[in-house]
């Protein structure tokens, strides 16, 4: 998704994620398309659950929903992922994207099964 790892806080579980959309990206109206919206969504809250995780889980998502607040520009965006909580079974995740100018752009919320990394050693 041509994703930059920026920060992870440790007390709050949040990811902080940058993504530069290609434009291969766009839409026909100038803008990232939705579906490539939901996978930067779905990819920041993963990396939450990763980093708040120690690198041992990935979310298998249940359940996506996904909001549009406004049209996400094809410049750097900052995404933000955290974990709400975090149980054995469950893992309930969010996710929110911003522009340069802090304006939310779209936000998910998602519950998962928090799986092992795939080939990671047991």
């Known amino acids: 998704m041509g994703s930059e790892f920026v920060s992870f806080d440790e007390e709050t579980a949040t990811a902080t994620v940058e ?5 291969s990206f766009a839409s026909p109206r ?3 398309q939705g579906g490539l919206i939901g996978g930067f969504l779905d990819e920041v809250m993963g990396t939450a659950l990763l980093a708040a995780t120690d690198g041992e889980l990935l979310p298998l998502n249940l359940d996506c ?45 998602s519950t998962a099964i928090p799986t ?3 080939g990671a050693e047991d």
């Open 65 to 109: 929903n996904i909001s549009f607040c406004r049209m996400v520009p094809m410049e750097t965006i900052t995404a933000k992922g955290r974990v709400v909580r975090l149980g054995r079974r469950i893992a309930f995740l969010e996710g929110e994207l911003f522009d340069k100018q802090g304006n939310l752009l779209a936000r998910a919320t």
């Open 30 to 32: 100038g803008a990232v």
């Open 19 to 23: 993504y530069t959309p290609p434009p």
């Open 116 to 118: 092992p990394v795939p």
